[in-house]
């Protein structure tokens, strides 16, 4: 499955963004989604999993609260809606899929999307 994030962009610490990431050339609905972030010089970190049917979602303590996953699967695309930005949350996002179990493990994930900037000023 091909993946294509947007949404990123620069916004003030506690305003809010929402990203996007559509897909195509597979069944969606075989997939569980998730979005990692990687900031400058840091690991890639898993942020919200949602799996295929949306009925399940699971965060990082980091953003609990703060970030909502969301799908809809009419049309191909998974939502991340950030509220309560903070300037730590400065990354590049990314979307994956996956089409095997439930994980947050990256290595578990058969496509990534090509990321989208997110900057928060303090």
């Known amino acids: 499955v091909q993946l294509q994030a947007s949404g990123g962009g620069l916004v003030q610490a506690e305003g809010s963004l929402r990203l996007s990431c559509e897909a195509s050339?597979?069944?969606?609905?075989?997939?569980?989604m998730a979005w990692f972030r990687q900031a400058p010089g840091k690991e890639r970190e898993f942020v919200a999993h949602?799996?295929?049917?949306?009925?399940?979602?699971y965060y990082a303590d980091s953003v609990k609260g703060r970030f909502a996953i969301s799908r809809d699967n009419a049309k191909n695309t998974v939502y991340l809606q950030m509220n309560s930005l903070k300037p730590e949350d400065t990354a590049v996002y990314y979307c994956?899929?996956?089409?095997?179990?439930?994980?947050?493990?990256?290595?578990?994930?058969?496509?990534w999307g090509q990321g989208t900037q997110v900057t928060v000023s303090s």
């Open positions: 949602i799996n295929w049917r949306g009925s399940r979602t």
């Open positions: 050339g597979r069944t969606f609905t075989n997939y569980n």
């Open positions: 994956a899929a996956s089409s095997g179990d439930w994980s947050i493990v990256p290595k578990s994930f058969d496509s």
